[in-house]
């Protein structure tokens, strides 16, 4: 039972990750059709930023501890922000509307060397500052309960803000149909980089507070954008409330098969579930079935 309870904790909060990545993909996603695949280096980056720049000592009674959460976030959405540029701008010459798979992954190979020069090849290990839960022969660390509350809080952040902002309803508008918002005499691509902007910092606050509960390195970055893109593909690209339920049930599959069957097997285990849903229901379990113009 106590071993139960480990995995059920640990899952949902590690899904709950995945999840805020799967919302970030989301973000950018519904802007401007893009699917950014360096946002699981963006994650790495936020972990970083976090072991850098956090003074020592800094807790959740410290202003610092508040003042890094702020920096980095700002710090990682401005990543974003350059990085959505860079994808942007060759899609807008004729015959580029797919140029964003090899700029994303450049992009994302770029981040991976530069988080390589600057903290070599070892794993960063960030603090966990947010106590731990007590089972009766094992204890789970807080940062997975305070994850979930996050992936809560992102989901309906983002729900009030499309719904009651000025640039949150462009930003609809843009997810309905590019041209149209275009031609109402919306600024797609200010609204797109914001996108770009809005999903650094949704993954600079999972790199922040779930930076102790992943491994930060240069080489895991790949790993965690295939595990958000795959919720977010269980959940149906763009449904940020199927990230929100299909994260925390990919998750406890995830710890399952790591501590069933050992952690080897959780990729080949996360292609399977892919391939399953896309052979079953390809928008995604949560997803709604787009018509197709004939």
């Known amino acids: 039972m106590n071993e139960f309870l480990v995995i059920v904790i640990r899952g949902v909060g590690i899904g709950s990750l995945y999840a805020l990545v799967a919302m970030s993909l989301n973000v950018a996603y519904n802007a401007s059709g893009v699917l950014n695949f360096a ?57 580029g509307d797919h140029s964003w798979v090899a700029t994303t992954i450049a ?108 491994e930060i390195s240069g080489s895991r970055g790949t790993n965690y954008v295939i595990y958000g893109f795959i919720v977010a593909v269980i959940g149906g690209i763009g449904n940020n409330k199927g990230a929100l339920i299909a994260g925390p049930l990919f998750g406890v599959l995830m710890m399952y098969v790591s501590f069933g069957l050992g952690g080897g097997l959780q990729v080949v285990t996360a292609l399977a579930v892919i391939v399953v849903v896309l052979l079953l229901r390809p928008q995604g379990i949560f997803g709604r079935p787009h018509a197709r113009r004939v």
């Open 107 to 214: 992009a994302s190979i770029v981040l991976g060397a530069l988080i390589l020069l600057w903290i070599g090849p070892q794993v960063v290990n960030v603090p966990n500052y947010f106590g731990s839960v007590e089972l009766p022969d094992s204890r789970v660390p807080g940062s997975y309960i305070v994850l979930v509350l996050c992936a809560v809080a992102v989901w309906a952040a983002l729900r009030w803000y499309q719904r009651t902002f000025l640039s949150g309803l462009a930003l609809n508008a843009l997810s309905q149909d590019v041209d149209a918002a275009r031609a109402a005499g919306i600024p797609a691509m200010r609204y797109q980089l914001l996108a770009f902007g809005i999903a650094g910092a949704i993954t600079a606050l999972a790199g922040f507070v779930g930076g102790s509960a992943i």
């Open 39 to 95: 946002q699981g280096h963006l994650l790495v980056v936020a972990g970083v930023f976090s072991y850098r720049w956090l003074p020592e000592g800094a807790g959740l009674t410290s202003l610092q501890w508040y003042l890094t959460l702020v920096a980095v976030i700002a710090a990682t959405a401005l990543v974003g922000v350059v990085q959505g540029l860079i994808t942007l701008l060759p899609m807008r010459r004729e015959g």
